[in-house]
């Protein structure tokens, strides 16, 4: 989604301006700009498309200028033209935007009726010329003052509804910049006589690791050398400075050819560093303050339900699946754009589970605040520290898997698989006096199994050529199926929505029961159907699937042992087994995820950043 960025101090801006939109390309975007403030003047480069082409047009920017804000834009009112594009500039102003106006149609009417044109198609843009009126109004009122912009942004801000990350140029105040926060991210960089914000540290992290992150309802004026903090009705508030924990190394690709290739190795050492956090080997137990389970009343819970979007969502059926097996109580998974305006009943006995990497997923956040409101308790899954949906949880455990940058996400599903396991674990262990279900699980050889992962994963990694051969048979495929059972059905469902996401082939997840009740008609020689086939107790079951498949000339390719599948299988992406299924989809997967990128990189697609496609989804 859109990704602001902009800088106050003593160095030539537009560089710095633009290497921070570089790191938040990330995000998704189709087109951008640059605006800076020279001399009084306001000067504005806009271009379509990558940043390359917004690169050609920066010898026309001042080398002088000092301040000056930067957007990337996912269009969401108007197409990814260059009159579309951020900043839109009027008058004394320049205005970049996150977010979206959902009030706009209204405002822009009225705003028309009082003789106002526009030139593109934005909500942006009538934010722009809101705030231009709301200025002359204020002027009208009390004469001229350069400070009176404070008040024309709070007029502003009680006329608009949505969610909005504003920053703004205004010429009158050349030592300072504009910034408001209403519903999606912004944070300010403290620098030596500089100051930075962004709609997310990367883009700012090179340069310093102090942050303030602003809050819902809050603007600043920021100057390079200080940060004023207001709420919507002006009044001055504190704000609070962050270390940030994150290298600038951790944001480069480390000599991978994408950021995904490096995500998936990366796997090993993320998932071990969890297991060290979470899990206490001396005991083979879990570290329940870590977890936070010490924060949930887990005896009085009576319901729970698990929210997500996308990936996460599907990571979501590892805590019902297993904390079902475990506990036998019943768990709501849901997606979160449908759970926010279901009306569920919710009460003070409910335990509501975000999932999110970015923390900023616009539906999740939506639901995790309904679900307070309603007096439930609430605990969230993320990677990203100080964004927005750790901040509304009562507890948050962070997966700690480091920026991802890829747009398809790998650490951030396997993080999110095993926090959810061990979550679903520790819940049914600090249960276990009150029901007896699960005295026939050992927790402890759950958690012992656990110590292989990484060395299997190792094992998938290491081994990526050979997946790669097999994908080049059948990279030139138009549609995809991939089936599976128990905790590998969720697996088919990522693996397609991979494949999906930076192939552009079309591919679905299926139950492999579900396979005859209509996704069967499909098969013909031409559709690949990957199967997921573990050695778990669902392989009798599968493997008759994968038959009916074949005996339909369809081309299965099987993951699992070769050994023992290989007889119905066209090809076999090879994937070590472990005895414990949650564990194993996570192996599973990450075999899925490698076949996905090799077939990618083969049909040449933007790997990491696909198209339409954004890596955190701030808007509804
Ligand atoms: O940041 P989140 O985990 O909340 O994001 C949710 C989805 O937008 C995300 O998982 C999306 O489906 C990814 N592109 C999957 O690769």
């Known amino acids: 989604m859109c990704g602001i960025v902009g800088y106050i101090g003593k160095k030539n801006c537009k560089q710095i301006i633009f290497n921070g939109l570089k790191r938040l390309e990330y995000r998704g975007y189709d087109s951008a700009g640059i605006a800076v403030l020279d001399g009084g003047n306001i000067e504005f480069i806009k271009a379509s498309g990558k940043l390359k082409e917004l690169e050609k047009l920066m010898d026309q920017l001042p080398n002088s200028a000092v301040s000056g804000i930067g957007h990337t834009r996912w269009a969401t009112h108007g197409s990814p033209s260059t009159i579309n594009a951020h900043p839109h500039v009027f008058g004394k102003l320049a205005l970049i935007h996150n977010g979206i106006i959902e009030n706009y149609g209204d405002l822009k009417t009225g705003l028309e009726l009082a003789g106002i044109s526009f030139h593109s ?221 279901r009306g569920v009943h919710l009460d003070p006995s409910s335990l509501v589970i975000a999932i999110s990497q970015s923390g900023e997923t616009a539906d999740t956040l939506a639901a995790l605040k309904y679900a307070k409101e309603h007096g439930a308790k609430t605990y969230c899954v993320c990677n990203v520290y100080y964004s927005s949906i750790p901040r509304e949880a009562d507890f948050s455990l962070y997966m700690d898997a480091g920026p991802e940058i890829g747009v398809a996400s790998t650490k951030a599903f396997t993080g999110m698989v095993l926090c959810n396991y061990l979550l679903a674990i520790g819940i049914a262990s600090r249960l276990k006096d009150k029901k007896n279900i699960y005295s026939k699980v050992g927790f402890s050889s759950m958690l012992k199994q656990m110590y292989y992962l990484p060395s299997l994963i190792e094992g998938i990694v290491s081994g990526r050529e050979e997946i790669k051969e097999i994908s080049n048979k059948y990279y030139n495929s138009s549609n995809f199926l991939y089936i599976g059972r128990g905790s590998h059905y969720s697996i088919a469902l990522e693996g397609a929505l991979k494949l999906k996401e930076i192939s552009y082939i079309h591919a679905e997840g299926y139950a492999a029961g579900e396979l005859k009740h209509g996704p069967i008609a499909l098969i013909d020689s031409s559709i690949p159907v990957v199967a997921l086939i573990p050695n778990d107790r669902y392989f009798p079951k599968t493997e008759s699937n994968m038959e009916e498949v074949k005996a339909r000339d369809g081309r299965v390719i099987g993951v699992g042992d070769r050994e023992k599948i290989s007889k119905v299988c066209e090809s076999v992406l090879r994937c070590p087994q472990i005895e414990d299924p949650y564990l194993q989809s996570i192996l599973s997967v990450i075999v899925l995820q490698l076949f996905a990128y090799y077939i990618a990189n083969r049909r040449g697609t933007d790997v990491d950043q696909p198209r339409n496609l954004a890596k955190s989804v701030t808007v509804e």
């Open 121 to 341: 198609e934005t909500d942006t843009e009538v934010a722009l010329m809101m705030l231009n009126k709301e200025l002359e109004e204020v002027e009208k009122q009390v004469g001229h003052n350069p400070s009176n912009i404070k008040q024309a942004i709070i007029n502003t801000t009680s006329k608009l509804k949505g969610t909005y990350s504003f920053g703004v140029i205004y010429s009158e105040e050349p030592d300072a910049l504009y910034l408001v926060k209403h519903g999606t991210p912004l944070a300010i960089g403290k620098g030596e006589e500089e100051m930075f914000f962004a709609s997310d540290v990367s883009a700012f992290v090179e340069y310093t690791k102090k942050a303030v992150f602003l809050h819902d309802g809050e603007f600043a004026r920021i100057s390079s050398s200080s940060i004023e903090v207001y709420n919507f009705s002006c009044q001055p508030v504190e704000h609070v400075f962050v270390d940030i924990n994150m290298r600038s190394e951790e944001l480069e690709k480390g000599g991978y050819a994408h950021y995904m290739l490096k995500e998936i190795c990366e796997q090993p050492m993320v998932l071990s560093s969890i297991i060290d956090r979470l899990v206490d080997k001396t005991n083979s137990c879990i570290k329940e303050e870590a977890l936070g389970l010490d924060k949930i009343d887990v005896r009085g819970i009576r319901s729970v339900h698990v929210i997500g979007c996308g990936t996460a969502f599907y990571s979501g059926y590892t805590i019902k699946y297993a904390l079902e097996e475990l506990t036998g109580i019943s768990v709501n998974l849901e997606l979160a754009s449908e759970f926010r305006y």
